[in-house]
């Protein structure tokens, strides 16, 4: 079990989304007395997430660098949470990539004799991998055993009760501009003390004024919700172009996703609905129904890389944000980094460093 955490002033989180549970968990599991703070919005980019984790990417086939630790340092920590809340958020799945043209094909011809990316691979190439009464085109491509997906929404509300049993969340919104730094800690707008405030904010911290620099490219995404009773045996994750994540063994499938870098809101639009339907009649031979439509904002970071760390003039203020699309993959690593700095002063991978980027 996790150590008890009592005495002194908290470390302060703001935010619960996926980079500040997953710090949470990373400071309580080192018994750091820690406070969440969050309104409790109903919708948020963690929580409308696949949370889909895939090791082989992108037009080009590409293994992100320091794939395999990355992924070793996500199994652990997931698992470590599933045994706190006695229930695993986390599903190991196959998923399949179909080729689109043969210039995909052609590619992963001549990448599957690397063994780092063939690590990934289970069997690939022009042999159907899904089946033609159910799925449209040739069928070929190949498939990663080292993929899935994480319940984002379950995993986030899991982990708020667990944190709130324990009188480490309380439900409150969060002025930045409020907070007072001082040299022993943070004094809240409450009168309260902290030790350190973090703000894992997700995309409303482009309006947090302590960190002006930082340069945000975030995106609206759009995901869809569906029904489809005849595609129910299939339990793999498949992606052509867009994807499509079975979330139970009744049919039930989420669509997704789409960019758009323009009226950053949470409303769901027919032209993003329109597009997703259109990816869904190339790829399917079967009906679907839809059931919900969601939309968040994705909170985006310049070169799509995470920043974290302190405050290069006030260290009693953090930041940890940017995790993007990959975040369920990059944010356990991630955190684990930013605990050990938080709680050990372990430097931080300069790349990532708030303070120098």
Not at 323 to 341: C, F, I, N
Request: a neutral charge; glycine letters at 10%; proline letters at 5%.
């Amino acid at each position: 079990m996790l150590q008890d955490v009592s005495g002194g002033a908290p470390m302060v989180i703001v935010g619960q989304g996926l980079a500040g549970t997953l710090l949470a968990w990373e400071l309580v599991r080192r018994g750091q007395r820690v406070l969440v703070m969050d309104e409790g919005a109903a919708v948020s980019s963690s929580k409308v997430a696949a949370g889909r984790v895939t090791p082989i990417t992108g037009k080009r086939l590409a293994l992100g660098a320091g794939v395999g630790t990355f992924l070793e340092e996500a199994w652990a920590s997931y698992a470590a949470v599933a045994r706190e809340l006695g229930r695993e958020h986390f599903h190991h799945r196959h998923q399949v990539r179909l080729f689109r043209h043969e210039e995909e094909s052609a590619r992963f011809a001549a990448k599957c004799g690397e063994a780092a990316f063939a690590a990934h691979v289970v069997r690939g190439g022009a042999e159907p991998l899904v089946d033609p009464a159910l799925f449209r085109g040739s069928g070929g491509g190949f498939e990663m055993a080292t993929s899935g997906w994480l319940e984002t929404r379950a995993w986030l509300a899991d982990s708020a009760a667990w944190f709130e049993a324990r009188g480490l969340l309380r439900r409150a919104k969060v002025e930045a501009a409020a907070m007072v730094p001082e040299p022993w800690g943070v004094r809240l707008v409450t009168g309260e003390r902290a030790a350190v405030v973090i703000f894992c904010e997700g995309a409303a911290a482009r309006s947090n004024p302590w960190f002006p620099w930082i340069a945000w490219k975030c995106a609206k995404g759009e995901i869809l919700t569906l029904h489809a009773p005849a595609l129910a045996s299939e339990q793999r994750i498949i992606h052509a172009g867009g994807w499509l994540l079975p979330v139970d063994g009744a049919g039930t499938f989420r669509t997704g996703s789409t960019y758009t870098w323009d009226e950053l809101d949470e409303q769901p639009t027919a032209e993003a609905r329109e597009l997703l339907e259109e990816r869904l009649r190339h790829l399917l031979r079967v009906p679907w129904q839809v059931t919900s439509h969601e939309a968040a904002v994705r909170p985006i970071i310049h070169q799509s890389l995470a920043r974290m760390g302190r405050h290069p003039v006030y260290p009693t203020l953090a930041f940890f944000n940017g995790l993007g699309s990959k975040g369920v993959l990059h944010g356990p690593r991630y955190a684990r980094q930013l605990a050990d700095h938080l709680v050990e002063g372990v430097p931080l991978p300069p790349e990532a460093d708030v303070a120098g980027n």
